[in-house]
């Protein structure tokens, strides 16, 4: 199945570059210059993932995503020119799915478009997620409760038990920052044991999870940790 891929951005060596990066990934992508004919298109429905700059000539990419949601949940990728623009693009909820800070590589973003595909694959619809039996995440970590293991990128991780209940914790709940005594009560560890024993654990699962490439755990200071959603579909 091939993806229909939606670019609206304005500036012409940009949209060179990315048509570019997705011709060589096999993702043949629609270009066009503004927020209306992007819109226009996005009614006729029919798109798997819409790219949005957020300077456009004739309105702004965060106006078109809101208008868009409205009536589809296609997935977004903001493209920003500005580093504050982040905070509106997550902040403000705006139904967006990923941004990317220009300049990028389109090769990232072909790698981030891709990513973002196969997840909506996994995952139909978001409300159809369920609890049960090997639950896909939308990270490259998948739990498989069934066999009580950790799948990265497909492959078993070979965690303790500890390891394993806090992985699993984290991977329900991409983003989701944890505090430590949460992660403590999802390990069972005993409330008496202390609570830099999730830092040991979490350095261990960051040295098992760096084998095969992936860095997705994030610390928070003075909070705890999260998982990062996937960047790449390497
Ligand atoms: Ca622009």
Wanted: some cysteine; charged content about 25%.
């Amino acid at each position: 199945m091939t993806a229909r891929i939606l670019l609206v951005e304005d500036d012409q060596p940009i949209a060179d570059n990315v048509l570019l990066a997705l011709m060589r990934e096999n993702l043949p992508c629609h270009h066009v210059r503004l927020a209306s004919q992007g819109l226009a298109l996005l009614r006729e429905g029919g798109v798997d993932l819409a790219i949005l700059d957020v300077g456009l000539p004739d309105g702004n990419g965060f106006e078109l995503c809101r208008t868009l949601r409205g009536f589809s949940d296609v997935p977004v990728i903001f493209l920003t020119a500005r580093a504050d623009e982040i905070d509106r693009v997550v902040g403000l909820e705006m139904g967006a799915d990923d941004y990317v800070l220009k300049p990028f590589s389109p090769r990232e973003l072909a790698a981030r478009v891709k990513a973002i595909l196969r997840r909506g694959r996994l995952h139909p619809s978001p409300a159809s997620v369920s609890a049960s039996t090997s639950t896909a995440s939308p990270t490259t970590l998948e739990a498989d409760e069934d066999r009580a293991r950790i799948l990265c990128q497909g492959h078993p991780l070979d965690l303790s038990r500890s390891e394993y209940l806090i992985l699993k914790t984290m991977v329900a709940r991409p983003e989701k920052v944890f505090t430590r005594e949460a992660l403590m009560d999802a390990a069972g560890l005993a409330e008496a044991s202390l609570e830099r024993a999730i830092d040991t654990h979490i350095k261990s699962l960051r040295a098992k999870l760096a084998v095969h490439h992936v860095d997705a755990i994030r610390t928070h200071r003075g909070l705890g940790y999260s998982l990062d959603r996937a960047r790449d579909g390497a």
